[in-house]
């Protein structure tokens, strides 16, 4: 870390946090829908889709794969889809509904040229 | 031949006008009414948008889906007809395009051209003004610098929707995720972390509901996803909202009913929580129905949740029809549930093509018939 230098918020708060003290609050632009609920779709982010508030499945989407689209849409899930905001949109063209046509959602390549 | 069909069918309604004839005729233009039953029933019409572009409209006459329209961006999210039910404005493809089709016609019209060159723009709420020439829409703005995304502030535009001319009215604060319009149409309603009347007209914001704000001695933040909003039936666009008690330290959920006849809003407190996504309000105004796992029905007179059942899947949105007796409940998997409000019970299911996402679920609005 010695060479890197945080330039936004979110980095910043990333080296806060390595080194103990607490990440900077800015209400007014954190995201606020369903913070404080205990409920949703998922509120744990590890990774993210597989439990509920209460640590179970019951609270989920069901079927989970009904969820697929209602929280990638939007990018709910940047890390558990590919990014089809700037390189993969047309990542699920094939698959018009997820429970059904889930074998032909693409499988990215990274590596893929 | 169509103000033949029109007098015949209106003439003993309560609204008789030109809007009507119109919205007849489209309907049978796009076949979702059979000039029999045109004579004899007035059209009922929904749009939903499904994975991965396309909006489905459903005869709320016959309970089928009458047929699919394809636009050109992926992921149909917020839309609003016209007022005379000829034009549905629909956002697409990562909520950075704003389409109109026509309804008869069945195709995409037109692509506004709006976003500012050197940009990133996402649109979140869209609704239209009762003379049906402007558009509103809040829209999220980054500036793509060579070598930084430099966020801009949200702000809410009018779209002129013969010539597609922006006109910025006002920026809001950060979190607006819907906007609707008193029926008036002097208040933009934007409804973030707290909610914010809007005069269009002045270009400023006149005043705000606090809700994350709210932070009284005896009364919580209120947190409510305003993602999927329906209010035609009602004219109440109701949310669910969660807070928690700063006294007891317990959660209660209730139903956020913002009257857009008067611009006044109720939060009506209902209890422990349950789950829900959206709320949909009868036309008589005594019922609400939430829904997510399950089918929630509140009796809006004395306040209180009544029956509760099982949904058959999760569901994200719905609508109600015109005589408050069937729920139309969709979002999440390829299908909409009909179910009889009187009986909670699941009477039809309709296969749809694609998986409905964060969309929206509108009715032809109650002018147009």
Redesign the interface.
């Known amino acids: 870390m010695k060479h890197v230098r945080p330039l936004n918020k979110k980095a910043q708060n990333f080296e806060k946090q390595l080194t103990g003290q607490p990440p900077a609050a800015d209400p007014?632009?954190s995201?606020?829908?369903?913070?404080?609920?205990?409920?949703?779709c998922s509120l744990v982010f590890d990774p993210g889709w597989e439990t509920d508030a209460t640590g179970g499945v019951t609270?989920l989407?069901?079927?989970v794969e009904?969820?697929?689209?209602?929280c990638s849409?939007?990018?709910w899930w940047p890390a558990q889809v590919p990014d089809?905001?700037t390189n993969f949109?047309d990542w699920?063209?094939k698959?018009?509904?997820?429970?059904?046509d889930w074998k032909n959602l693409d499988l990215l390549n990274p590596n893929k040229p | 031949m169509i103000d033949k069909i029109a007098h015949f069918s209106f003439s003993s309604g309560i609204f008789c006008s030109s809007a009507r004839a119109t919205a007849l005729a489209l309907l049978l233009a796009a076949g979702l009414a059979p000039a029999g039953r045109a004579q004899t029933q007035e059209p009922e019409m929904y749009a939903i948008g499904i994975h991965p572009h396309a909006i489905v409209l459903l005869d709320g006459n016959r309970d089928e889906i009458a047929g699919e329209i394809q636009i050109t961006g992926r992921s149909p999210k917020d839309m609003v007809f016209s007022p005379d039910g000829k034009y549905l404005y629909v956002t697409s493809e990562g909520r950075s395009r704003l389409e109109m089709v026509n309804v008869a016609q069945r195709k995409a019209e037109k692509v506004f051209d709006l976003t500012p060159a050197g940009h990133r723009m996402t649109i979140f709420g869209l609704t239209i003004n009762p003379k049906g020439d402007l558009l509103y829409i809040h829209v999220k703005l980054v500036k793509m610098l060579p070598d930084e995304f430099k966020v801009e502030p949200p702000q809410i535009w009018s779209v002129d929707v013969k010539t597609g001319k922006i006109n910025k009215i006002v920026e809001v604060p950060e979190g607006v995720m819907t906007l609707a319009m008193t029926t008036d149409g002097r208040q933009l309603i934007a409804w973030g972390r707290d909610i914010y009347y809007v005069d269009p007209a002045q270009g400023r914001i006149t005043g705000t509901y606090p809700l994350m704000s709210r932070n009284l001695p005896d009364k919580g933040p209120v947190d409510a996803l305003a993602a999927f909003v329906q209010f035609e039936r009602s004219g109440i666009l109701s949310l669910p909202f969660y807070t928690k008690d700063p006294i007891t330290k317990k959660d209660i959920f209730g139903f956020a009913n913002m009257d857009l006849t008067t611009g006044k809003m109720d939060l009506m407190e209902l209890g422990p929580p349950v789950p829900l996504y959206s709320v949909i309000v009868a036309p008589d105004r005594k019922h609400a129905y939430g829904l997510m796992l399950q089918l929630v029905e509140v009796d809006m007179t004395a306040r209180k949740v009544e029956r509760m059942v099982n949904l058959e899947r999760t569901k994200y949105v719905a609508n109600i029809s015109r005589d408050g007796k069937k729920a139309y409940v969709s979002g999440a998997s390829p299908f909409i549930h009909i179910y009889d409000t009187a009986s909670m019970k699941l009477i039809k299911t309709l296969n749809l093509s694609g998986d409905p996402g964060v969309t929206t679920f509108r009715a032809l609005p109650p002018l147009a018939h």
């Open positions: 007014k632009e995201v606020s829908a369903m913070q404080g609920a205990n409920l949703g609270g989407c069901q079927p009904a969820d697929l689209y209602g849409d939007d990018c089809q905001i949109p699920a063209d698959c018009a509904a997820a429970e059904r």
